[in-house]
């Protein structure tokens, strides 16, 4: 059986006595697509048959800053991310949100509450372009999604 989904190469596999051939393959992104089996020779001839794979994975929807864009040094950024399902479109509750500020990690993530929502409170200590990010990983720490804000932090 020869396998094909687009962007993935997967290992064609061969058929067991009960005529059933299995795939396993690790898809680098998360997406809807059309995965298509193909049986070339045999008694049959060849025959193909298709199946819709539809794949759920956590999104960062938005990332704002309760504050606005601008602060003034010294002060606190509090930020706000909104995390839903990429399948359905609406919140996830109880999912860990990494935090990094300057693109140094920020201690502890924080956890969705069932609006979807987690918040992180970051101190502005130097003027200038902060770059805060809100980071979902999957069960293995891989990171699955990161939304980017930046607040401008000018002098007092």
Do not use: C
């Amino acid at each position: 059986v020869k396998w094909d989904f687009p962007g993935v190469s997967i290992a064609p596999s061969k058929t067991n006595s009960n005529g059933i051939a299995g795939a396993m393959f690790k898809l680098p992104f998360v997406k809807q697509g059309l995965l298509e089996a193909v049986v070339e020779g045999g008694i049959g001839g060849w025959d193909a048959k298709l199946l819709v794979v539809t794949l759920d994975s956590l999104q960062v929807r938005r990332l704002v800053s309760n504050g606005g864009d601008v602060v003034t040094v010294g002060g606190t950024v509090y930020a706000y991310a909104i995390i839903v399902s990429s399948a359905t479109d609406k919140p996830v509750d109880g999912v860990e949100v990494f935090w990094f500020k300057g693109g140094i990690e920020q201690g502890l993530p924080t956890k969705t509450n069932t609006d979807g929502l987690t918040y992180k409170n970051l101190s502005a200590d130097v003027v200038g372009d902060m770059r805060i990010e809100a980071q979902v990983r999957d069960l293995h720490g891989t990171p699955i999604d990161t939304k980017l804000l930046i607040v401008s932090v000018i002098p007092r």
